[in-house]
Every structure is written in C-alpha cells, then in structure tokens.
C-alpha cells in the first residue's frame, strides 16, 4: 500500500513497498507534536521538553530525548528504522494525554478514534475561550433566534472580518473557513 509520498531515510525505497512501522510511527508523532504546538501558541515542545515531561509522568526515566528523536524521524542515528517496545510507545502516548499510546501508534483504527477525540477536546477549550468573552456571549445572545440563512451570513461575515483583520496584522494568508 504506497502513500505517494517520498520514503524516510531508513524505509524501504519504492512505489510497491508497504510503509514501515517506523515511518507511520513517526507521522503520528508529528500529528502529535503539531498539536502540541498548536495548543501551545504555536511553539513545539523540544524533544528534551516531551522527555522531561513523560518522565515526570512515570515518576522516574523511562525515555530519553534521543529516543523520542529517533521515533519522530523514523531513524536512528546509525540509519536503521527504529523498534521501540510497547512500554515505550505507552509512555510515549501518555506524554501527550494519551492512555494506553501503544495501541494509538500500532492501530490506525484507535489512532483514528483518539484523534477525533482530541479534536472535539480543542473545539470545546476554543469554545470555552470564546464563552469567556463578555462580547462573544452578548453576540452568540443576540443571534439567537434567527434564520438559517441570516446565521449563515452572520458566520460568513465573521469569518470576512477575521480574514481583513489578520491582513491588516500583516499575514498576508487568508484564514481557513470555519466549522459551521
């Protein structure tokens, strides 16, 4: 089963070859870690920062930053394709909220499953924030009772006003459409 993208160093070369158990290993990491970062305020955690922070979890070292490393590149540092145990993969999950990590690297389905469940976390700690401003609770009060297609305009002139104000800010990217 090829993924069209380019192999990682220390993953076997070519189209018909099924991606190694290191190189999805290594994606979900970085799914992992873009998540952080985008809790974060957009700062990813170091590797010795995920290694701290997992050992502080299990009460003592149980994972070194040259092991995260290696699981985030999908290599080690003499090129062969990592193989960490499943205590490891454990912690390793658990470093980033999740119980029992092993089965959220090794099964796509659980992986699948988790990351819904972290996405409908970030959705409600962003709805918490906004519930936290008086002026998105009056907004939210007033709207309240109107038509289907009056809340649609009133989300696309939402998102308008954010696109104008992160270009007057100087980032010239429009932002993404919203969940509506």
């Known amino acids: 089963m090829s993924t069209g993208e380019p192999a990682r160093p220390g993953t076997p070369e070519g189209p018909d070859r099924v991606r190694s158990r290191g190189a999805v290993i290594a994606d979900k990491i970085d799914a992992l870690i873009a998540r952080d970062a985008a809790r974060g305020g957009g700062r990813a955690p170091t590797y010795r920062e995920l290694a ?25 540092q003499k090129g ?13 999950g658990r470093g980033f909220g ?25 959705k409600l700690g962003e709805l918490r924030q906004a519930l936290g401003n008086a002026e998105v609770v ?36 429009p932002a993404a459409p919203r969940d509506r």
Do not use: C
């Open 138 to 173: 009056s907004l939210v009060q007033r709207a309240s009772g109107l038509s289907d297609g009056s809340l649609h305009m009133l989300l696309a002139l939402a998102d308008r006003l954010k696109d104008l104000e992160a270009e007057a800010a100087g980032r010239t990217q």
């Open 98 to 122: 999740i119980q029992q990590g092993a089965s959220y690297f090794l099964d796509d389905a659980r992986t699948e499953a988790v990351d819904e469940q972290l996405d409908r976390v970030e």
């Open 52 to 76: 701290e922070r997992i050992n502080r979890i299990a009460g003592h070292d149980v994972i070194s930053k040259d092991t995260i490393r290696n699981l985030h590149h999908g290599v080690t």
């Open 80 to 92: 062969q394709t990592p193989n960490p145990t499943v205590e490891t993969l454990d912690w390793l």
